[in-house]
Structures are given as structure tokens and as C-alpha cells.
């Protein structure tokens, strides 16, 4: 089975409006954390947002929330007033154990969003 | 600027040569990875590495190998080239996230891509 995924393989989105990108997860390690990468054109990896297996509040950075539904093991990447700059792809990811578990990544397959003006 | 800096950024090889690609890491973290991004697809786990023991292996063989030096940059060595090894290469360092208790997340080079004909 599949550890990631992420069922949009592509979404639009009008500029100024919010735009949800959905990803499940599969594990079976009760300590585990959640992250979203964000991937431009030019290649780099940007770090968006985190949320632990153990945290009780989902998580918030700037205009991304996470909307964590733990018994659904959901955890989808919600975008808040879209900008331009916003059209990237966008990855889904999980660490299995603890935070000092080390540097392995899981990610799903990615979504790429493309902001319309 | 993620502090990761990877180099060539672009190279091409052909079937069974070697090649070696470099990271460093401007903030001198004691934990470096590697990981394969086929075309269309997430990245993929090669190994990691910690105080230059490698400490974790993704499903690759062992022609992919690297080295990690005192002054934490890194080498991922690749030898007897085949044609699926063509992908963008990205290696990460690790950082802990300011304002949440004991997460650590990955920081990302902008990757070097390799094209093996």
C-alpha cells in the first residue's frame, strides 16, 4: 500500500481564493509527523508546514493550515488568498518514529497547482 | 536561500560511467540525505548519513554510494550509470523548527540534475 497519497494530479485555482490539496497517509507507527513541501520550477524543495502525530491543534504558517483528521489519517494543505507565485508542485510527506528518527522521507507522487489571474 | 548548497546543477553522463555530486551545508548540521526525484514523481530516500557513518539506506543499490566529510558536505557517488539513474538529485540537511518541541525538518538544495544517454 501506498504510505502517501495524493489524488490530485493537478489543480487550478483562481487568484485571491483558497485552494485545499489533499493527502492520506498509511501508517502503523503511532509516533509520526506530517510535512508540505513546496517545489517551483526551479527545482528546490521549500518547507511549508508540520504537523506532529501528537499535536493536538492543527498546524498554521502564514496563509497554509493543515487540516489534520487523524482517525481519517488525512492530512490536507489548505491555502488561504492564492498568489501567483503559489503555481508550484506541491508534495505530501511523512517521517515514520520519532523526530530523532532520522532523515527518511516518505512523499507522495505530488499535486501541481496553477494559480489563474 | 535554504543554506544547502548543491553542485553541478546539470550534468550529463553516459551508460556506465560515474559520476559524484556535492552538497554542503552553510550551517554546518551533523545530518545530511540524499534523494532521487525521477521526472513526474516524488523524491525518493537514497541514504543519510551522521557524523559520516551512513546510518540509513533507501532501496538502492550499492553502486550508490556517498561519503560525508568533517566539515559536513557531503558526496553521493553513483557508478555504473544506467539510464533510469537520470533524475535531480537533491540532498538535505537537517534543522529543528523554531517554536515547535522536538520537530526537525528537512532543509533542501536546489538539486543537481543528471541526464544519463
Known amino acids: 500500500a501506498q504510505k502517501i497519497t495524493q489524488t490530485q494530479p493537478g489543480m487550478f485555482v483562481q487568484e485571491k481564493e483558497a485552494v485545499t490539496l489533499d493527502c492520506t497517509y498509511d501508517?502503523?507507527?503511532?509516533?509520526?509527523?506530517l510535512f508540505w513541501y513546496k517545489q517551483p520550477s526551479s527545482g528546490e524543495m521549500i518547507f511549508l508546514i508540520y504537523?506532529?502525530?501528537?499535536?493536538?491543534q492543527n498546524a498554521t504558517e502564514g496563509r497554509y493550515s493543515l487540516n489534520f483528521q487523524k482517525a481519517r489519517k488525512s492530512a490536507n494543505l489548505v491555502i488561504s488568498a492564492s498568489q501567483l507565485g503559489d503555481s508550484a508542485m506541491y508534495f505530501c510527506?511523512?517521517?515514520?518514529?520519532?523526530?530523532?528518527?532520522?532523515?527518511?522521507?516518505?512523499f507522495g507522487g505530488g499535486t501541481r497547482l496553477m494559480v489563474k489571474p | 536561500e535554504t543554506g544547502v548548497t548543491q553542485s553541478p546543477t546539470h550534468l550529463i553522463k553516459t551508460r556506465g560511467q560515474q559520476v559524484t555530486l556535492r552538497c554542503s551545508s552553510q550551517?554546518?548540521?551533523?545530518?545530511v540525505s540524499w534523494y532521487q526525484q525521477a521526472l513526474g514523481q516524488g523524491p525518493q530516500f537514497i541514504f543519510q548519513?551522521?557524523?559520516?557513518?551512513?546510518?540509513g539506506r533507501g532501496n538502492f543499490p550499492p553502486r550508490f554510494s556517498g561519503l560525508q566529510f568533517p566539515n559536513y558536505s557531503s558526496e553521493l557517488n553513483v557508478n555504473a550509470l544506467e539510464l533510469d539513474d537520470s533524475a535531480l538529485y537533491l540532498c538535505?540537511?537537517?534543522?529543528?523548527?523554531?517554536?515547535?518541541?522536538?520537530?526537525?525538518?528537512?532543509?533542501f538544495g536546489a538539486g543537481s540534475r543528471l541526464t544519463v544517454l
Open positions: 538535505a540537511s537537517r534543522r529543528r523548527l523554531a517554536g515547535a518541541v522536538g520537530a526537525n525538518v528537512l532543509t
Open positions: 501508517t502503523s507507527d503511532p509516533s509520526y509527523g
Open positions: 504537523q506532529g502525530s501528537y499535536d493536538q
Open positions: 510527506a511523512m517521517r515514520e518514529g520519532p523526530h530523532n528518527a532520522g532523515n527518511m522521507l516518505t
Open positions: 550551517s554546518g548540521h551533523n545530518t
Open positions: 548519513y551522521y557524523r559520516e557513518e551512513e546510518n
